[in-house]
């Protein structure tokens, strides 16, 4: 028998959408991702909103990599690490993650999502105090909540490092002082101040924690990530978290790079490897092939660099109002969510796929589409998109 107030609840919720012009569209896709992709009943579109940065996600050793892990392992181990062992490719991923951060160690996750849970509940102990932004991701929010309530959280206000020096200062009594922070920032494209972060972390003796999800594979020259942008080293950081569902092969998965002590104790401690299993062999053989696609020839970013300012150069010439960033997220405000989501809805019609975010993905009020660059958008493509940009 169904549970009418359940049933009553849901219809409510999705008929206010309706009603607010806020229901999100999701559309089903019938290709690879790629720069053009085919829409189940509208055709082809070009795609400005995938983090397929790199244009790693339909690149043929990807594929095939990914091909060979099925062939080599089957689906999977049908079970945790810690009970029926870790599988080969798990560890050549793994090496090939902390050499590519330069880091001792790394552990993979299904998820950044999984990888942020196990970090903070797992490494912050009930004596120490975590400074994070503003505005960081759901994932490092969600993360937090799930530390020792005795655990002290401190939000400080986005980038504001007076602010932070400020909450370091007065915090000098906990046992250990975590700094979190996004690399660049999921919603606004801007990148955290990350040689100020670490003269601070630095200063203070206090732990830095960065999720580079949208940095790695896209910023310095050979896309190691918002520390390479600033001529830093990986060193400077103390716990990275970062996806494979991005730039670095688009399928799924996460990971953690830091010291053997902080590995060791997540894969003691950490629920969501304890409790769930491992990524399928298929991803750790594809990611790996696009971290070594990336090694070997960092002119994809190069490549993706070039795209970004033609991009951004293209949409301010043409009126729109783009901070200057380097990074390949291009938020272009709307305010109202219903009227971000009518442009995205415009955009399409013309053949360009951007989404419009609202609440809760932003603040409300800041409603906002989000451009996002990838270095296999061609010249053509890049004319189509600001063609149509220039029409809305
Ligand atoms: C900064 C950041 N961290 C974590 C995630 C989650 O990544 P995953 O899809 O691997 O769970 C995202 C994805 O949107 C992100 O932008």
Redesign the pocket.
């Known amino acids: 028998m169904p549970n009418t107030a359940f049933a009553n609840r849901s219809h409510e919720v999705i008929e206010s959408l309706t009603d607010s012009g806020q229901l999100k569209p999701f559309y089903n896709i019938a290709s690879p991702m790629r720069p053009v992709v085919e829409i189940e009943g509208k055709g082809e579109v070009l795609v400005l909103c995938s983090?397929n940065y790199l244009g790693l996600a339909d690149h043929p050793q990807v594929i095939e990599a990914g091909v060979q892990g099925l062939r080599d392992y089957g689906a999977g181990t049908a079970s945790v690490r810690f009970i029926c062992g870790t599988l080969k490719c798990h560890r050549d991923l793994e090496e090939k993650i902390a050499n590519f951060l330069g880091t001792e160690s790394a552990l993979s996750y299904v998820?950044?999502?999984?990888?942020?849970e196990a970090v903070f509940p797992t490494l912050v102990g009930p004596e120490d105090v975590i400074l994070s932004d503003e505005l960081?991701?759901?994932?490092?929010i969600d993360g937090m909540r799930l530390m020792s309530k005795k655990v002290t959280k401190k939000v400080y206000k986005h980038s504001d490092m007076q602010q932070l020096e400020t909450l370091l200062q007065e915090t000098q009594s906990h046992a250990v002082r975590w700094v979190v922070t996004?690399?660049?920032?999921?919603m606004e494209g801007d990148i955290a101040n990350m040689p100020r972060l670490v003269e601070l972390c630095k200063e203070y003796n206090a732990m830095l924690v960065v999720?580079?999800?949208?940095g790695v594979g896209v910023l310095g020259p050979t896309g190691r990530g918002t520390h390479e942008h600033f001529g830093l080293d990986g060193s400077c950081v103390d716990v990275f978290?970062?996806?494979?569902?991005?730039a670095l092969g688009g399928a799924?998965?996460?990971y953690v790079a830091a010291s053997q002590n902080a590995i060791s104790a997540l894969e003691q401690k950490a629920r969501p490897s304890l409790f769930s299993n491992a990524l399928p062999a298929t991803v750790a053989y594809s990611a790996g092939k696009a971290i070594e696609v990336l090694d070997n020839d960092p002119s994809i970013v190069a490549r993706l660099h070039s795209n970004v300012k033609k991009i951004r150069d293209g949409l301010a010439e043409r009126g729109f109002d783009c901070t200057p960033s380097p990074t390949a997220i291009i938020p272009i405000m709307i305010g109202d969510e219903a009227e971000a989501i009518k442009k995205s809805a415009k955009l399409f019609e013309m053949g360009v796929m951007v989404i419009g975010f609202g609440f809760p993905v932003v603040p409300k009020g800041e409603a906002r589409l989000r451009v996002q660059v990838s270095a296999a958008l061609s010249d053509d493509h890049i004319q189509q998109a600001l063609d149509a940009f220039a029409k809305l």
């Not at 998820?111 to 942020?116: P, T, V």
């Open positions: 983090n998820s950044c999502w999984n990888a942020n960081n991701h759901a994932s490092i996004d690399g660049v920032f999921s999720d580079d999800s949208h978290t970062g996806t494979l569902g991005k799924a998965g996460g």
